[in-house]
């Protein structure tokens, strides 16, 4: 029997071994203990089986909780969905242990999104992060999160001056950083055409329209989009620009819900809200917003009015530190207080 087997053990996994043969002199065989299949395997004895084969410790975020569904997500799942009307979320990571949350929360869809400029690098915009530093980023969230379906943002600079840039850019997102799509702002004629290039690669694209952050420049500030019949026509309008250039999904942000159930209503594909109304294919949020982690001022004043909080990680995360050292210091005290007895 092989080693494998005697590990996981006959009986829970529903084997048994066959008795020697003996010849016709009456002497037994040669050793041989062939494992017949009597049963399907246990749950109980594959497990054992397979902790016997693994240097990871046991119940632990490696080896114990698992997703709810092992199926890996794709583009046709997220499609088959859309098509029964089944609404899918969207949350962003930067690294590995939030891409582990995400994983293990079921979510269908993980955005490794230039907003890592501001909750991870404390920027207080998008335009800092480079390419290298998004690869960096998408590198690690990669190898935490395997079922959800991986989309990455082109930063600010790297698809700029055109098609080609772009469609480097992308190719490296998915070969090093491991996306299985990109995410291109603006809905712009020359975006488009870039946004063209970039599936003409065979590069699945998500586009983003409403407002814009890579275009903080130009629009003074985080301003929302939509707000008026001509510039709600606009980004209607850009949305299907999108869609006729091969986007599989398109971003809406921070729009009516007016305009995001018209956009939702026009396109074929599927749209995912962010502060864009309830009627939108899916809904995406930034990780640290939604959990509450930005406790600092200076990040409160930048957590979007419509972003709901749905914990206050950022309180148990300082009451943890603040009980450490407590505990630290009153160590030392009560160790002063001994030796000075």
Not at 125 to 140: D, G, Q, S, W, Y
Not at 148 to 153: K, N, S, T
Not at 162 to 172: E, F, I, S
């Amino acid at each position: 029997m092989s080693v494998a087997l005697r590990c996981a053990g006959s009986r829970a996994a529903g084997l048994k071994s066959v008795a020697r043969p003996t010849s016709p002199a009456g002497h037994t065989a040669p050793a041989f203990r062939a494992p017949v299949i009597t049963s399907q395997p246990t749950a109980r004895g594959l497990a054992r089986h397979w902790r016997c084969h693994s240097s990871k410790p046991a119940d632990t975020v490696y080896s114990g909780p698992v997703a709810p569904s092992p199926s890996r997500v794709t583009l046709r799942t997220l499609r088959r969905m859309h098509a029964r009307g089944d609404p899918f979320t969207m949350v962003t990571a930067y690294d590995y242990p939030s891409a582990v949350h995400v994983e293990l929360s079921g979510i269908e869809m993980l955005l490794v999104g230039d907003s890592a400029a501001m909750v991870v690098h404390g920027h207080d915009t998008t335009l800092p992060i480079t390419l290298e530093e998004m690869l960096t980023h998408c590198r690690a969230v990669s190898r935490g999160a395997r079922r959800p379906f991986i989309v990455a943002d082109l930063p600010f600079g790297s698809f700029e001056e055109g098609p080609t840039a772009a469609v480097r850019a992308a190719v490296r997102m998915l070969k090093e950083g491991g996306a299985d799509a990109v995410k291109i702002e603006g809905g712009a004629p020359a975006r488009v055409e870039t946004i063209r290039a970039v599936v003409g690669a065979g590069i699945a694209v998500i586009g983003h329209v409403g407002l814009t952050p890579q275009s903080v420049s130009l629009l003074g500030g985080f301003r929302p989009a939509g707000l008026h019949a001509d510039d709600a026509a606009r980004v209607v309008a850009e949305a299907k620009a999108l869609e006729e250039a091969g986007c599989v999904m398109v971003v809406v942000e921070c729009v009516p819900e007016l305009v995001g159930a018209a956009i939702t209503q026009q396109l074929s594909i599927p749209t995912i809200g962010i502060g864009a109304g309830v009627h939108t294919s899916g809904q995406v949020l930034v990780y640290h917003d939604l959990l509450g982690m930005m406790q600092h001022p200076h990040h409160a004043k930048v957590t979007p009015k419509f972003c709901k909080q749905y914990a206050a990680v950022g309180e148990v995360i300082q009451g943890a530190l603040s009980a450490f050292q407590a505990e630290l210091i009153a160590r030392h005290g009560l160790a002063t207080a001994q030796n000075g007895a």
